[in-house]
T-cell receptor
Framework: GQNIDQPTEMTATEGAIVQINCTYQ??????LFWYQQHAGEAPTFLSY????GLEEKGRFSSFLSRSKGYSYLLLKELQMKDSASYLC???????????FGAGTQVVVTP | DTAVSQTPKYLVTQMGNDKSIKCEQN?????MYWYKQDSKKFLKIMFS???????INETVPNRFSPKSPDKAHLNLHINSLELGDSAVYFC????????????FGPGTRLTVL
């Protein structure tokens, strides 16, 4: 089967750093994407990795280790507006078929 | 100038009815998708069309039928609605099906009573 696992919920304070881990076991791998989804809204793209290593985009960074089937999303200098669900998604083929994790709800407290 | 739009945003209907959800994108993308997000928040792909051709057809009941009149539109028709069809349905599009970011529509919350 295909599995994408990420923690259900994480809580952190404003200004802090939070790391959301994602482990995956899928039949194919063409890249790993991270999406942000606020309650009642559509997912929006944050970052993606195809090769091993760290990709940095402003306050958000994403890391990938293909040999370990592992990725993480790092959120720095947390702001209240970062409270949302963060979805880990693996592109499993070359036709755009994504397998999504259940999402990690990040709660930012003052 | 919404990039990916869906109508309706909310849909409440009785079991057994037939309903359609429309999706349009004005990004000039070649590929469009339908996803279902259930109460547990899992986002699962249902269908994908590339230039009006079906390229992904996951295991969904044949009561669900996508239709793509042109590459800017992908509609979803659902026959004989069941309680388990209640979910949020998202349309998405990407420039091509390969390694391209998918842009999601606002979602259609379907409630079957």
């Amino acid at each position: 089967g295909q599995n994408i696992d990420q923690p259900t919920e994480m809580t952190a304070t404003e200004g802090a750093i939070v790391q959301i881990n994602c482990t995956y076991q899928t039949s194919g791998f063409n890249g790993l994407f991270w999406y942000q989804q606020h309650a009642g809204e559509a997912p929006t793209f944050l970052s993606y990795n195809v090769l091993d290593g760290l990709e940095e985009k402003g306050r958000f960074s994403s890391f990938l280790s293909r040999s370990k089937g592992y990725s993480y999303l790092l959120l720095k200098e947390l702001q209240m507006k970062d409270s949302a669900s963060y979805l880990c998604a693996v592109l499993t083929d070359s036709w755009g078929k994504f397998q999504f994790g259940a999402g990690t709800q990040v709660v930012v407290t003052p | 100038d919404t990039a990916v739009s869906q109508t309706p945003k909310y849909l409440v209907t009785q079991m057994g009815n037939d309903k359609s959800i429309k999706c349009e994108q004005n990004l000039g993308h070649d590929t469009m998708y339908w996803y279902k997000q259930d109460s547990k928040k899992f986002l699962k792909i249902m269908f994908s069309y590339n230039n009006k051709e079906l390229i992904i057809n996951e295991t969904v009941p044949n009561r669900f039928s996508p239709k793509s009149p042109d590459k800017a539109h992908l509609n979803l028709h659902i026959n004989s609605l069941e309680l388990g069809d209640s979910a949020v349905y998202f349309c998405a599009s990407s420039h091509s099906s390969r390694l391209d970011t998918q842009y999601f529509g606002p979602g259609t919350r379907l409630t079957v009573l």
